[in-house]
């Protein structure tokens, strides 16, 4: 659903094929997103995001290949929407801002405009709008059958920034299947959820120990400023590569930290290592109730950003 990532974007991801629990593509996806969050203003043409696009295909013998396509998404002027009669459908009225997808997949066109709007239930909040539509071909027409079906989508927004103010933040995406005319349509509405918690926080270091040839690593996790307690913490060894990425040299491994929030990390080393933490996603039922016909399928509790720590051993 909604993911932080670094630089102040956040990640939206929606399960095109499989989001509303049916195995169909939902006609219409909407994310609310609570009082904190916030869109920055952005000129027409103006590139606001990148997006991975999923296309899967099995063949007779049960065979699954996929196909993973990249394209940017730019800012559109929202007056242009006013009379578009499906534009209207999927999101009536004039929105703050329009985010244009524009790509081809295998040789296909696929244009996908995703609807910035203040919700009348909370104006202080945000609400992305958006209606996968099917791909076209050369003549501009929808495919009845799509040669190769979209699975997924992973979207990065630029002008989407995240709360920064102490707080629990909800965000709730519905995935909405076609009724029979082919319009949304609303009893097949389905939610899930997404928890962040600010401040989410966790800390460490870490020092050598000669005796025993240990790297040993301490830290503290923090929710609001407060021990998380059981915070499961995920570690592993890592290591540069030759064009600069970040490469995991051994199994990611977990500690629990304890009630409050303080973990140890001890293990052998024979050179300087540096490790890299963090306190992962969880997913699990919903807390509460749900509006939502079908009521809430699953709830993200966001885990904690990346920490690295390098433990250096001493020459001897």
């Known amino acids: 659903m909604v993911e932080g990532v670094n630089g102040g974007a956040d990640v939206l ?11 169909t593509p939902p006609a219409q996806v909407v994310v609310d997103l609570p009082s904190g969050y ?9 590139t606001v995001g990148l997006a991975l696009l999923a296309s899967t295909s099995s063949s007779g013998q049960g065979n699954t290949s996929a196909t993973i ?27 703050v801002a329009v985010w244009k997808l524009t790509t081809t997949i295998v040789g296909l066109s696929y244009t996908l405009p995703v609807f910035v709007e203040h919700p009348a239930s909370n104006p202080e909040g945000l609400e992305l709008r958006f209606c996968p539509p099917p791909l076209t071909g050369s003549d501009g027409k929808p495919l009845a059958t799509p040669p190769v ?6 979207f990065l927004l630029f002008p989407l920034q995240q709360p920064t103010a102490p707080g629990s933040y909800t965000s709730s995406a519905f995935f909405t299947s076609a009724g029979p005319s082919g319009a949304p349509d609303p009893t097949t509405t389905a939610e899930t959820r ?22 040993v690593v301490t830290g503290r ?17 890592v290591s540069a590569s030759s064009s ?22 001890r293990t052998r080393i024979s050179k300087t290592t540096t490790f890299l933490l963090d306190v992962a996603n969880t997913v699990g039922p919903c807390q509460a109730p749900s509006t939502a016909p079908r009521g809430c399928l699953s709830e993200t509790v966001e885990g904690t950003g990346e920490k690295d720590v390098r433990v250096v051993v001493p020459r001897r």
């Open 13 to 23: 991801a929606s399960a095109l094929a499989t989001g509303n629990g049916t195995g």
């Open 38 to 46: 916030t869109a920055a203003p952005t000129a027409p043409g103006t």
């Open 69 to 95: 396509v990249s394209a940017e998404l730019t800012a559109d002027d929202p007056a242009r929407y006013a009379s578009d009669a499906a534009a209207q459908a999927c999101a009536p009225g004039t929105p």
């Open 149 to 154: 079906p979209l699975s997924g989508a992973l």
């Open 194 to 215: 997404f928890l962040r918690t600010v401040p989410h926080i966790l800390t460490a270091k870490g020092r050598y120990d000669k005796k025993t040839r240990d790297a």
């Open 221 to 237: 996790v923090t929710e609001l400023g407060q021990p998380q307690s059981g915070a499961v913490v995920e570690y592993a060894a």
């Open 244 to 265: 600069g990425s970040i490469v995991v040299g051994a199994a990611v491994k977990r500690v629990r930290a304890s009630a409050t929030g303080t973990f140890t990390i």
